[in-house]
């Protein structure tokens, strides 16, 4: 399951001193790997702590964390919809992404010039806005310029759309991402193939210096106050810092510089994290003495199909899953010591899928 995440934003407002944070995230912790595919695209493994809790149990011959792909896009100027810049580029660019990763500068340092000469992270954050959305009013105009004649011969699906495509095109008018209107799942399976780069999820990255790690300042509350009622979620990361813990030598020296700073975790392990959540991805596990694997699934996905990210021959020839609860796992110690205690779960093709779940699954192909 390769999903990706763009990291968008201005230029100089940190994209890549936090790609290269990523990059550098092997050295933060043992379980971050991470592989670069193209210059500009990585692939990092989440971290997770119930797996490494599960290969201590199991002391398995391998273990196998999950994966996103991060992808540093080009910086993008004011005009790039009309292709500014690198604009067309850019913007493909984030239309091959799932979700986005918006990088806005919120801290002071004269030595790194901003592009419009102050520092203003919901002005970065409008400029962007604006882009994306004169863009996708492009392509839902496109849309309603070929589905308006065939909503007037009573065509009820093309009516439907021409509708939700009348919703889109007033929001963006109004300067309010596609991602504001709300639909049901019907309605998104007739928009899916717009691709609409405001409808994306989004998550506003705050690169702030040091001082502010933990509690923010002034900029990064502006930004809150911003983009509230967007639907988006934000996190603050100072980008600069978390390169200089890269390059302490241990993982004991490291922890000791988040202490110092006041943080219990890095920024690069947050941001992994919240990127992942930002996906709608959650995870479940299998584990025994061979392996111990972490698998990704998008929430709300049922057992079948949670089998047939293993192998299709698992969704194909489904009979059951055998599930038991993490927090079991760990307090029983085993499969057999569940088994035992009654803790092992028997589902059918209904069953949805938790996240933390270990997973077993019977099939007969």
């Known amino acids: 399951m390769a999903l990706q995440c763009g990291i968008v934003g201005l230029p100089n407002v940190g994209k890549s001193t936090l790609f290269n944070c990523l990059s550098n995230a092997k050295a933060q912790a043992a379980n971050f790997p991470f592989c670069t595919i193209e210059p500009n695209v990585g692939v990092i493994t989440v971290p997770d702590e119930r797996l490494i809790k599960l290969a201590e149990i199991d002391n398995p011959k391998k273990v196998i964390p999950t994966t996103i792909e991060i992808v540093d896009i080009a910086g993008l100027v004011k005009g790039a919809s009309k292709g500014e810049g690198l604009g067309n580029k850019f913007l493909g660019n984030i239309r091959e992404t799932d979700a986005i990763i918006h990088v806005l500068r919120c801290f002071e340092n004269d030595n790194i010039t901003h592009v419009d000469g102050t520092i203003d992270p919901v002005r970065d954050k409008e400029i962007i806005d604006t882009e994306l959305q004169l863009k996708d009013l492009e392509t839902v105009e496109s849309r309603i310029s070929k589905v308006q004649k065939q909503a007037a011969t009573g065509d009820k699906n093309a009516k439907r759309l021409f ?8 929001a963006l008018m109004q300067g309010r991402s596609a991602r504001t209107v709300q639909l049901d799942k019907e309605d998104r399976k007739l928009t899916y193939d717009l691709h609409l780069l405001t409808e994306k999820p989004v998550l506003y990255l705050c690169n702030v210096d040091e001082k502010s790690a933990v509690g923010g300042n002034e900029h990064t509350r502006a930004v809150a106050e911003a983009i509230e009622g967007e639907g988006a979620q934000m996190l603050i990361v100072a980008a600069a810092t978390e390169a200089d813990i890269a390059e302490l030598e241990s993982y004991e020296e490291r922890q000791m510089f988040l202490e110092e700073i006041g943080l219990e975790e890095s920024g690069v392990s947050r941001l992994i994290k919240a990127a992942y959540r930002l996906l709608n991805l959650e995870t479940y596990f299998t584990t025994g003495p061979d ?67 270990i997973m077993h699954f019977r099939f007969n192909v």
Do not use: M
């Open 163 to 170: 509708d939700i495509l009348s919703r889109y095109r007033e």
């Open 291 to 357: 392996e111990t694997r972490a698998w990704t699934y998008t929430k709300g996905t049922k057992a079948p199909q949670a089998a047939g990210i293993i192998h299709t021959d698992f969704e194909r020839g489904f009979i059951r899953a055998e599930v038991i609860k993490y927090d079991d796992y760990v307090s029983l110690g085993s499969e057999a010591a569940c088994r035992e205690a009654g803790k092992i779960g028997i589902e059918g093709k209904e069953y949805v899928v938790c996240d933390g779940d």
